[in-house]
């Protein structure tokens, strides 16, 4: 019981919680279709607030505090964008990176070495390609994608950032993602019964936010794990490509559906964490 009360996380874990719960209640029973599509990033904004016990000021100042401006404006921008509707949805998920690499980089990108400019270019890929990866999972047809797939995705690609941003030494960013994915798989509850879509304010939103930590300890503090990030970027693809693999009657149940999607999302977990522990020094040991 100590453990749970005296938790550092668990003051950001109660908050996402309850604003999943309260955002899930909202997109089912008022029926409000906004509800769903903003719940994730809300809840990262929320996760946010509740870690650094703040909203950071604007214009912002330092790393951590452009990550919530991140995701805000990657979320404000994908949903205008998309009543647009003259941009393709891979193409958003690409800007969502650029932004969050160029603003969380803007002081390295003054003067760059060549290996910037690499570490820069690669970045903006890896995070596209997940943003991408994580939106593709909304758009898929069932039982390959859906909303709650998308949802179980962005819990899973959140708690495989976790311990690299530990590793990165963004202690406060471990609680951002466990906020983050506890909220989104309560959220990809409700998506399961609901069975609907979200647009991509919903993933590209959220996942901007967490792209621009990992951005973070990429580029700041030049303690990222490219072996590890690389990883993250690929996992929302081994979603679709678990529920192929699946034999059509099980196919046919959507739950089976979800719970395999998700979890081939978050496979790439005991692999990134025996990575960082044969690269890099242990940060919870002596």
Same mark, same amino acid.
């Given at each position: 019981?100590?453990?749970?009360?005296?938790?550092?996380?668990?003051?950001?874990?109660? @908050?996402?919680?309850? /604003?999943?719960?309260?955002?899930?209640?909202?997109?089912?029973?008022?029926?409000?279709?906004?509800?769903?599509?903003?719940?994730?990033?809300?809840?990262?904004?929320? *996760?946010?607030?509740? #870690?650094?016990?703040?909203?950071?000021?604007?214009p912002?100042?330092? /790393?951590?505090?452009?990550?919530?401006y991140?995701?805000?404006?990657? #979320?404000?921008? /994908?949903?205008?964008?998309?009543?647009?509707?003259?941009?393709?949805?891979?193409v958003?998920?690409?800007? %969502?990176?650029? $932004?969050?690499?160029?603003?969380?980089g803007?002081?390295?990108?003054?003067?760059?070495?060549?290996?910037?400019?690499?570490?820069?270019? /690669?970045?903006?890929?890896? *995070?596209?390609?997940? $943003?991408?990866?994580?939106?593709?999972l909304? #758009? !898929? %047809?069932?039982?390959? &994608?859906? *909303?709650?797939? @998308?949802?179980?995705? !962005?819990?899973?690609?959140?708690?495989?950032?976790?311990?690299? !941003?530990?590793?990165?030494?963004?202690?406060?960013?471990?609680?951002?993602?466990?906020?983050?994915?506890?909220?989104?798989?309560?959220?990809?509850v409700?998506?399961?019964?609901?069975?609907?879509?979200?647009?991509?304010?919903?993933?590209?939103? @959220? &996942?901007?936010?967490?792209?621009?930590?990992?951005?973070?300890?990429?580029?700041?503090?030049?303690?990222?794990?490219?072996?590890?990030?690389?990883?993250?970027?690929?996992?929302?693809?081994?979603?679709?490509?678990?529920?192929?693999?699946?034999?059509?009657?099980?196919?046919?149940?959507?739950?089976?559906?979800?719970?395999v999607s998700? $979890?081939?999302?978050? %496979?790439?977990?005991?692999v990134?964490?025996? $990575?960082?522990?044969?690269?890099?020094?242990?940060?919870?040991? %002596?």
């Amino acid at each position: 019981m100590d453990l749970i009360v005296n938790n550092p996380f668990a003051p950001v874990l109660a @908050a996402c919680l309850a /604003a999943a719960l309260i955002l899930a209640g909202a997109a089912r029973f008022a029926k409000l279709r906004l509800a769903a599509t903003l719940a994730p990033p809300v809840i990262f904004l929320v *996760g946010y607030v509740a #870690t650094y016990q703040k909203i950071p000021p604007f214009p912002p100042v330092g /790393a951590s505090n452009k990550v919530f401006y991140v995701a805000l404006v990657a #979320t404000l921008g /994908a949903a205008a964008l998309d009543v647009v509707g003259r941009f393709r949805r891979s193409v958003l998920a690409g800007a %969502s990176s650029l $932004l969050a690499a160029v603003w969380i980089g803007w002081t390295k990108l003054a003067n760059p070495d060549a290996a910037t400019l690499v570490l820069f270019a /690669a970045l903006v890929v890896g *995070g596209g390609l997940a $943003l991408w990866g994580l939106d593709r999972l909304a #758009t !898929l %047809s069932a039982p390959f &994608g859906s *909303g709650a797939n @998308a949802l179980a995705g !962005l819990a899973a690609v959140s708690a495989l950032s976790a311990p690299t !941003l530990l590793f990165g030494g963004s202690s406060t960013g471990v609680g951002l993602c466990l906020g983050l994915a506890a909220g989104a798989a309560v959220l990809s509850v409700e998506a399961l019964g609901a069975r609907r879509g979200l647009q991509p304010a919903a993933m590209l939103g @959220a &996942g901007g936010g967490l792209v621009a930590a990992l951005d973070t300890i990429a580029l700041v503090t030049r303690r990222a794990d490219p072996f590890a990030m690389a990883l993250i970027a690929l996992a929302p693809f081994l979603g679709p490509w678990a529920v192929r693999l699946l034999s059509p009657a099980l196919r046919k149940r959507p739950a089976v559906a979800w719970i395999v999607s998700g $979890l081939a999302v978050l %496979s790439p977990l005991p692999v990134i964490v025996a $990575l960082l522990l044969l690269r890099h020094d242990n940060p919870l040991g %002596s």
